[in-house]
């Protein structure tokens, strides 16, 4: 998965190109399928893990930047029962790079079912240029597009101290930024799989030639320094053979952690997006069900 990385390093410094749309260079598509969905996934799930259609509620929110006249449209889902929301403890699930809900569909069942069939809500969405959302993402749309899921929630009556961020890969960008700096309504708990560090230290650790990071990109996202402010309790989990985000990444952050409660979870054998398949998803589930409910 780096090659991609070097690949486009190598065309930045022959093409004067930056890096900076790399990350969100996400996949379109005309239609969710969820539980149809036939295409790549990152995991497979038994059977009991679907579903039903009672409990699967597209949402479409209007995200808008300061700078914006209109906004962009973003899609989300919600798994769970509308009509029970503001009494569930809901997980707020921030997907990783390049793909769409329909292919991580898989991952926010698997956290639905957490504990037990249906025990927790899920809520996922697609940032701007994903899936069906509308636009174009930048470092500052990111980190709007999920503002704006955190705020449904709060219009829904869910309390703040119900909320579980959880980030995946990209998604762990603003994940640490809404749990440091959402404001009254912060989530209560943060857990991150596979984060990201910084975009610094991803470029360096990507050079194979002696330039400054900041020749090749302008984004910042940077974990390390926001996860200082981040003092609810915190779940790290990576795979040990990780050739896409080192564990150094993870490591960084968690060793910032603002935080008095913090644990993690180093999984052998366990690269960048197979995580949960490795450590079984029984014992995936049951160390997330024992950190949410601690």
């Known amino acids: 998965m780096k090659n991609i990385l070097y690949i486009t390093l190598i065309l930045s410094v022959f093409g004067c190109l930056k890096m900076d749309d790399l990350p969100f260079l996400g996949e379109k598509i005309e239609e969710y399928k969820f539980e149809d969905y036939e295409g790549e996934s990152e995991i497979t799930l038994p059977s009991s893990y679907k579903i039903a259609d009672s409990n699967i509620h597209l949402i479409k929110l209007n995200s808008k930047l300061p700078d914006e006249a209109t906004g962009e449209t973003i899609y989300a889902v919600y798994i769970g029962n509308i009509n029970t929301i503001s009494k569930d403890t809901v997980i707020v699930y921030c997907h990783g790079q390049s793909k769409h809900m329909d292919a991580y569909w898989e991952r926010a069942k698997l956290l639905a079912n957490t504990g037990s069939k249906n025990r927790y809500g899920v809520l996922m969405m697609d940032y701007r240029g994903y899936g069906l959302s509308t636009g174009k993402s930048t470092e500052a749309s990111l980190y709007q597009d999920v503002r704006v899921c955190l705020d449904w929630l709060d219009t829904k009556g869910v309390a703040s101290q119900e909320v579980v961020m959880y980030g995946f ?39 194979l030639i002696d330039v400054s990071p900041t020749f090749f990109t302008s984004l910042e996202f940077d974990n390390v320094e926001k996860i200082k402010s981040v003092t609810q309790p915190f779940m790290w989990i990576h795979g040990i053979d990780d050739d896409y985000l080192s564990v150094s990444n993870g490591d960084a952050i968690y060793q910032r952690h603002g935080g008095t409660y913090k644990e993690s979870h180093l999984i052998s054998g366990a690269n960048h997006s197979d995580v949960p398949s490795v450590m079984g998803f029984v014992n995936y589930s049951e160390k997330v069900l024992k950190f949410i409910t601690r």
């Open 169 to 207: 890969s990209l998604g762990s960008i603003p994940a640490v930024d809404l749990s440091a700096f959402y404001g009254t309504a912060t989530p209560n708990k943060l857990i991150l799989e596979s984060p990201l560090a910084s975009a610094e230290n991803l470029t360096e650790e990507s050079l």
